[in-house]
């Protein structure tokens, strides 16, 4: 059940520069986007998130856009780190504002920010 | 700043035997989750909890399953009688009180191992 995919396992990218990671949904019903950070061994990390009325949402050198009539969403880091290196998981959910809002979680992407 | 705990942060365990995962949700959250990942697969949703009462469960979530909050601050999963398969990592995830209960914010995982 592919309900969130990540298609680009792995993503490397020169410090300073943009990184650019992708995620594509295919269940409609889908109304909030977010955006997980994770090194290994360690829990998920919540980075960013996006509403379906919206289209962009900006926090500091992190932009998460929503092409809703794509099913589609990026998230943009400028300028990219070092430290920005880890995996990087697209999750999404139903029924915003409802109470369960359970995650569906893509494959996530490995980001590598060379020095 | 505020955080989701869970210990053990390891746990090896004998096929069939019980084990007691514990979390301490961010304090004034009032939404729950549990979520496993087993060694390189997607996280995937286990159940939600919410007003005391279980509020969704996944296809995962079966009968050898049960979620408490026996007081106020911890949540625990107890898997009853453990399986081979049921080797993951183990992450609990909380919740902002509405109108953010979207966002949910995760502890550093449990690794449990069945031997």
């Known amino acids: 059940d592919q309900q969130v995919k990540q298609n680009s396992p792995s993503l490397s990218v020169q410090e300073g520069r943009i990184s650019i990671l992708n995620c594509d949904y295919t269940n409609s019903m889908f109304d909030y986007f977010l955006w997980y950070k994770k090194y290994p061994a360690e829990g998920p990390t919540f980075l960013i998130s996006?509403?379906?009325?919206?289209d962009k949402n900006e926090d500091g050198r992190f932009t998460v856009f929503l092409n809703k009539s794509a099913k589609h969403l990026s998230l943009h880091i400028v300028p990219s780190q070092p430290g920005d290196s880890a995996v990087y998981f697209c999750a999404a959910s139903a029924g915003y504002g409802g109470a369960t809002n359970k995650l569906i979680f893509g494959t996530g992407t490995l980001l590598a920010v060379q020095p | 700043e505020p955080e989701v705990t869970q210990t053990p942060s390891h746990q090896v365990t004998q096929m069939g035997q019980e084990v007691i995962l514990r979390c301490v949700p961010i304090?004034?959250?009032?939404?729950f989750y549990w979520y496993r990942q087993i060694l390189g697969q997607k996280v995937e949703f286990l159940v939600s909890f919410y007003n005391n009462e279980i509020s969704e469960k996944s296809e995962i979530f079966d009968d050898q399953f049960s979620v408490e909050r026996p007081d106020g601050s911890n949540f625990t999963l107890k898997i009853r009688s453990t399986k081979l398969e049921d080797s993951a990592m183990y992450f609990c995830a909380s919740a902002d009180p509405p109108p953010y209960q979207e966002t949910q914010y995760f502890g550093p995982g449990t690794r449990l191992l069945v031997l």
């Open positions: 996006i509403s379906s009325i919206k």
């Open positions: 304090s004034n959250h009032l939404y």
